[in-house]
Structures are given as C-alpha cells and as structure tokens.
C-alpha cells in the first residue's frame, strides 16, 4: 500500500495512459467509388462524415460451434466449426445539410435502384417537386455486390504530447460492408435536441491490424525531443510537479 499511487502512475505510463471512448475515427475511404445519385461525395463530404460521428460499436466476435458426445464414456466437447460476425452499428451527429444521413439514403438506394417500364434506371430529380412524376408500374432492381459494397475503417488512437492521434493501437478494417437498416430519425416540436443518424452495415469479415502505442508516446521526461514551445513544456513540468506533490501529500495524510 505505501507505493500503491507510485505503482498505478507507473503502469499507466507503462500502458501509455488510459484508453478513452471519444479517441476514434472513422472512414469509408473509396466511398466516391459507389457512385451515389443525387449527391456528390466529395472530400469534405468524407470529412464531415469523420468529424461527426459521435458513436461506433466495435463488433464482438464467436464461433459456431458442434458438439460431440461421448468423446469419452459420460463426457461430451465442443469444437469450433465456424467464426461468426455481428453487425457494425455507426451513430453521426447530422448537420444543416443532412449531410450524413443523405449519404447512407443515397447508398441504400445504391442497393435497391428503381427501374421504369423500359429497363431503365429512374434518375433522381433535383430540387423540391410538389408530386414527383413516376410510373405505376416502375419496379425495383438489386444491384450486384460489387456495385454497392466497399471498404469502412475504424482507427482507435489516444492523444499523445504533439497531437491528439499520436499513440495510434488499433485499427478494424472491414471489408465488403453495406448498410442494411436506418434508425427512424425522431423530429420534435418541443426542446431543441441534436438530431442523429443511427445506422446499421453488414460485412463479410473484419480484420484487426495492431499498432504498439508505446513506440509513439513519450514520457514527460523525454518531450525536449519534441520541438514543443517553451511555454508548453514549462506547464507540462508543472503539472508533472503538481502530481508529485499531490503524491507525497496523500501518503502524509494517509501516513503510507
């Protein structure tokens, strides 16, 4: 107990600190590829969508399983047959343009394309009409996967003492993903809340590429290397003395 405080600041520097909920990003890098109608995914679309996304939801993984009885007299085991994915869940912050929620609509109706009478494709039309113009019996053509899948990333990474996504440790690198579902988007009257977009994507597999976080975080001890200015370096010698002294204070209080 007397070094308990001395050990935890130790191990959390040994870990390089406390990995925290809000230090994500996520991307759909080759989301331009789909070709999407009505909208135009340029690179501040794809910036906006980074920026905005207050929630992803790390999928968990398990495997299929069989079952064989009487491997030994009375015993059964359990072996795995097959690995199974669940679903990626993404939430985005919506702003003025919608601009988010466009996308994922637009890529939906990548999927499902509406084709008239003579086979072909019905254009979006621009701007606001009181009663689009459509035929009855206009139906609904699925694309090829190919048309509608790509590519989605999620990089988790802490800040470090020159940026905040310094100690990069992990990014999910999902392949062939598309949306299934859209959450109903809520609008009321009354008391003005953020209005989000939840969104739910299938994929046919994930793979997680590891990155050591310590190779990229330095000590306080060690942010000379940094070219830092001089009253940032002051403050951060500051706050590494006002810890110490809070240290030697809490084992005097507590006579540990």
Not at 44 to 49: A, C, D, F, L
Not at 65 to 78: D, F
Not at 130 to 137: G, T
Not at 198 to 214: C, G, I, K, M, S
Request: net charge positive.
């Amino acid at each position: 107990m007397a070094n308990l405080y001395d050990d935890l600041r130790k191990q959390l520097r040994r870990g390089a600190g406390i990995a925290k909920s809000n230090q994500f990003r996520v991307t759909i890098p080759a989301i331009w590829q789909l070709d999407l109608k009505g909208l135009d995914v340029s690179n501040s679309t794809r910036e906006s969508m980074e920026l905005l996304c207050s929630q992803a939801s790390l999928p968990s993984v398990q495997a299929a399983t069989g079952q064989v009885n009487g491997y030994y007299t009375g015993h059964s085991m359990k072996y795995p047959t097959m690995k199974m994915y669940n679903d990626l869940s993404l939430t985005f912050i919506c702003d003025a343009n919608m601009t988010a929620y466009k996308v994922f609509h637009a890529w939906f109706d990548k999927i499902f394309q509406e084709v008239d009478n003579s086979g072909n494709d019905i254009e979006m039309m621009e701007g606001w009409t009181q009663s689009p113009d459509r035929d009855r019996n206009r139906f609904t053509r699925v694309s090829y996967p190919d048309q509608y899948q790509t590519s989605l990333l999620v990089d988790k990474f802490e800040p470090g003492p020159v940026n905040r996504q310094q100690t990069k440790s992990m990014r999910y690198w999902f392949q062939n993903v598309y949306p299934y579902s859209i959450d109903a988007v809520p609008l009321d009257a009354g008391t003005t809340t953020l209005v989000t977009c939840t969104v739910n994507l299938y994929y046919e597999r994930f793979e997680v590429q590891y990155e050591d976080a310590l190779q990229a975080f330095k000590s306080m001890s060690q942010l000379d290397r940094y070219p830092l200015p001089k009253s940032l370096r002051k403050q951060l010698r500051r706050i590494d003395d006002q810890t110490r002294k809070f240290s030697k204070n809490l084992k005097q209080a507590f006579d540990i």
